[in-house]
């Protein structure tokens, strides 16, 4: 699946990116800061009927008006303001909301560029060249109960994450493993599939350059079928 990764805070972004919105297979819509997702689900609402999956930053995000939740844990922080105080502080409106909720391992792993992630958190990323820890932490991810396994290079990350790193995390899951974090080409996204990606998603370079959705989602169909 690809994914098309939206940041409400950023409306001019949003806006050039919506008449592309019914090509990729599904849309998250979040970002490290802001409270603005509700608005712009209603907004997405008016321009595809594809799945749009709430991928929030921080409690603030939170809305049922999406289809579900991405009820991310992100596995590499070590404080507890951000491994688990921010569930407690929403899991009641959650719950009462009745909103489809997956639990999700996040790994935030280093892309050479400091991602608004790293900054938010302040967790530090797993080196690229430390595959053990990563494989490692996706495992206990899944262990620990986690529906889906989240590999995050950061956005605007400089170095994707390599296909090493995600053949070596994939051969040791059963669950769907994502990958996100500095695609910027047909090529990379391919590579990542290949790899054993069974989601990509891209966000900055799509608000950049919204047009190219289309040439990505034919490149895809054309390698794997609809």
């Excluded at 509700?38 to 995000?61: D, K, S, V, Y």
């Excluded at 280093?110 to 992630?117: A, N, T």
């Excluded at 669950?175 to 989601?199: K, N, R, S, Y």
């Amino acid at each position: 699946m690809l994914v098309v990764l939206i940041d409400p805070d950023k409306p001019a972004a949003v806006e050039a990116v919506c008449p592309y919105l019914s090509l990729p297979d599904m849309i998250f819509i979040g970002g490290s800061t802001g409270d603005q997702c509700e608005t712009c689900i209603a907004q997405l609402r008016q321009t595809t009927e594809r799945p749009i999956m709430l991928f929030p930053g921080n409690i603030a995000q939170f809305t049922p008006t999406a289809d579900a939740l991405l009820f991310l844990s992100l596995l590499n922080a070590r404080t507890p303001d951000v491994l688990i105080q921010p569930h407690i502080h929403i899991a009641q409106q959650v719950l009462q909301s009745g909103i489809e909720t997956i639990p999700m391992g996040y790994i935030l792993i280093d892309g050479d560029r400091k991602s608004s992630v790293e900054i938010a958190t302040k967790c530090t990323p797993i080196p690229q060249s430390n595959i053990r820890e990563i494989v490692s932490t996706a495992i206990a991810g899944q262990l620990l109960g986690k529906q889906l396994i989240y590999l995050e290079a950061g956005s605007g990350a400089k170095t994707p994450i390599s296909a090493e790193i995600i053949h070596a995390v994939r051969a040791q899951l059963s669950v769907p493993l994502i990958v996100g974090g500095g695609i910027t080409t047909p090529e990379a996204m391919l590579h990542a599939f290949d790899a054993g990606a069974d989601v990509v998603v891209i966000g900055n370079h799509f608000e950049q350059n919204p047009d190219e959705i289309d040439e990505f989602v034919r490149i895809k169909q054309e390698r794997y079928g609809e």
